[in-house]
């Protein structure tokens, strides 16, 4: 059985106590929303873009520990990434929240201190939501989208 | 005094371990557990007594009609309603709700009418209303709350008033726990011939309640919150309103004739029982009356308003921690937040230590928008509670503030 330590984890806590690039950038090149109906959660993606890559990113919301903590990481692990970099990442993050069974990440970095989440499905989409959202702001459907 | 080790005892659930944790359970607003009773009502009914009733000559048939009728009758002391007819049997109140909202409200709204609710409604007794209105052209209005939870009750003598056909009403408040002054409203509402309901999902499970005194034309409630089944649920309304209201779904038992010329609806309540019923369901439900209808009301009372006081004492000496709602003569039910701890980690966190409490915004946005929250926790008590259970509630509120506070 999974220790809850597992899941908040001290990176977790560290980034949920001081998020990394939190905020909004303005302008922006590409923003969007996120909620999550279920639990409340709310979350502001803004880029500043380079051509092809992510210069910056900022996020802002109102979350549980793992939804904020995620978001900080996702925003270090894609600063200077390009678009396909970006969704290949995605896929990996994806595999590693949902997949119980699967083998655990290599090379995800510190994104991999979220593993834990996987023993816990009702919290995947607080991890997700930050990805579904940067997702839209890219697409540049400068929207609201949901994790129901 | 109430054996709560004996009720104990009486709930299989009870002695789960949950993450190697005896279970705390803490969540019986949203589903209150089953005592055996019930469990065996519903198998005792499959393994000898199963068929489809209303029909068929043969016995089982009759022994499951008689069983289904004798629930509803049971139903009846229990709401104290005047007759069986007055008990439509439906899946819960959210169910009930929808049917008056859509039978009565399509023949008896119209433009420039107003369907009165409160700020504390749970979305079940607010959807509804906005769909019937949007249909027919009426229009909803909201009765204020303090920051206490508790309805405006100057705001509503105002509101209330010749344009007023609907007034309906929590009578408790699931998030908050506020125990509303029903049967004054509802008073003040018959003296102006408006139309009532009131939502007992949060009612019935803290004591019996008397329809007739009450008033009330409508009153829902749901079983599982009352120790019963999930998937049965009762809506009692008043003959005389239940007489002039359309039928709602078409399908077997809710006719006496049919042909392609037109069809005759059934008496009532079968009028509004279209199709096969869940018969185990009002079985179940009967045995959870039954249960529930022994227990000495006057010490179930004491019982929870022990517990309430307890956790209301033990919870503000925990830092950073701030009550939601604090209603004078609140039900047993605590709404809180902590500071810097999202309510989703606590729900996480007091699971691995075996307490269920509830976690989000209780179907009840706009209280949590009233309060500028997103969620909070929710931790109800029943008949089988504990203060040994609440002080393991402060426990794990202590493992969560050490671990993100």
Redesign the interface.
Known sequence: MMELRDLYRDVIVDHNRNPRNAGRLDPADHEAHGDNPLCGDQLDITLQMEGDIIRDIRHQGKGCAISTASASLMSEAVKGKSRQEVESLFEQVHAMLTQANGPMPTGLGKLAALAGVREFPARVKCASLCWHTLNAALAGRGRTISTE | MLDVAKIRAEFPILSRKI??RPLVYLDSAASAQRPRAVIDAISGYYEQHHSNVHRGVHTLSQEATDLFEGAREKVRRFLHAASTREVVFVRGTTEAINLVAQSWGSSQLGPGDEVLITWLEHHANIVPWQQACARTGATLRVIPIDRQGVVDQQAFREMLGPRTRMLAISHVSNALGTVLPVREMVAAARELGVTTLVDGAQGVPHGPVDVQALGCDFYCFSGHKLYGPTGIGVLYAREAVLAQMPPWQGGGDMILNVSFEGTTYNELPYRFEAGTPNIAGAVGLGAAIDWFGALDHAAVAGHEATLLAHATERLQQVPGLSLVGTAPGKASVVSFTIDG?????LG??LD?EGVAIRT??HCA?PV?KFFDL??TARASFAVYNTTTEVDALVDALGVARE??G
Do not use: K, N
Request: zero cysteines; a neutral charge.
């Open positions: 993450r190697g701890i999202h309510p989703h980690d996480t966190i691995s989000g915004h946005m949590m997103p969620a671990m993100l």
